[in-house]
């Protein structure tokens, strides 16, 4: 089976830079991806991450270690409109994706 | 071009009675997705369709929840007996194909159920 685990919330400043951390377990293993979703709204997609290594996206950066099963999202410049959940989620081989139970993002000016 | 699209937005039903959502994925995406959040949790994968492979059903939390793709293209699931643990908001996602291209879904914008 696949299990993640990630924090449950995190709190930070306007302009600063929050890491959220992601371990998983599972048998078999494609990448791990983040999604963001605000309060009523839908998951939408923001990072996959294939191999080791970083990959940027604008104020949106994924790491992932597959030799740590370790991945974790970093958002700099926090704005206001970042304050939602994050979720990390790992794509095993012909089954559909496994998600974390969420991070929750408090931005404060 | 139009995004995933749910229906109803919101169902509100006795407990005991049937109800059926609702999804038109993004056309042209093959692969189907059906997953339940309960507040504040994340999602609970329950159903895929993959083009004309028979779907994986592994997630469905009891033999009250059936789902079916019509054309390959729009998706019911259907609760029967409604219980108040089935209360939760239940999205669909789509993607293009299932496999490696599976890790950018889309999302619908979910169906809030609330049995009473």
């Known amino acids: 089976g696949q299990s993640l685990e990630q924090p449950s919330e995190v709190t930070a400043v306007e302009g600063a830079i929050v890491q959220i951390n992601c371990t998983y377990q599972t048998s078999g293993f494609y990448g791990l991806s983040w999604y963001q979703q605000h309060d009523g709204g839908a998951p939408t997609f923001l990072s996959y991450n294939a191999l080791d290594g970083l990959e940027e996206t604008g104020r949106f950066s994924s790491f992932l270690s597959r030799s740590d099963s370790y991945g974790y999202l970093l958002l700099q410049e926090l704005q206001m409109k970042d304050s939602a959940s994050y979720f990390c989620?790992?794509?095993?081989?012909?089954?559909?994706?496994?998600f974390g139970s969420g991070t929750r993002l408090q931005v404060q000016p | 071009g139009a995004g995933v699209s749910q229906s109803p937005s919101n169902k509100v039903t006795e407990k005991g009675k049937d109800v059926e959502l609702r999804c038109d994925p993004i056309s042209g995406h093959t692969a189907l997705y059906w997953y339940r959040q309960s507040l504040g949790q994340g999602l609970e994968f329950l159903i895929y369709?993959?083009?004309?492979?028979?779907?994986?059903k592994s997630g469905l939390p009891s033999d009250r929840f059936s789902a079916e793709r019509t054309g390959g293209s729009v998706s019911t699931l259907t609760i029967q007996r409604t219980q108040q643990e089935d209360s939760a908001v239940y999205l669909c996602?789509?993607?293009?194909?299932?496999?490696?291209?599976?890790?950018?879904?889309?999302f619908g914008p979910g169906t809030r159920l609330t049995v009473t």
């Open positions: 996602a789509s993607s293009r194909d299932y496999g490696t291209d599976s890790y950018e879904q889309y």
């Open positions: 989620a790992v794509s095993p081989p012909q089954r559909a994706l496994t």
């Open positions: 369709f993959q083009g004309n492979s028979a779907p994986d």
